[in-house]
């Protein structure tokens, strides 16, 4: 009877792993989905804007 050799813990011969995120960071994906609802306030604040062109 043959037995499988023994494993060593870590010797997955994995290469990269993924950073860790940051303490505070926001994700890639936060920072993608804010920076949208950045662009759609920004427009809705455009729209709502009255014409104040003519006082001082």
């Known amino acids: 009877m043959t037995t499988l050799p023994r494993r ?3 010797a997955t ?3 990269h792993t993924p950073p860790e995120p940051q303490h505070g960071v926001p ?3 936060l920072r993608k989905r804010a920076a949208g609802g950045w662009e759609r306030f920004m427009r809705r604040f ?3 804007q009255p014409d104040v062109e003519g006082e001082t």
């Open 8 to 10: 060593t813990p870590g």
């Open 13 to 15: 011969g994995r290469r």
């Open 27 to 29: 994700s890639r994906e």
């Open 46 to 48: 455009a729209v709502e």
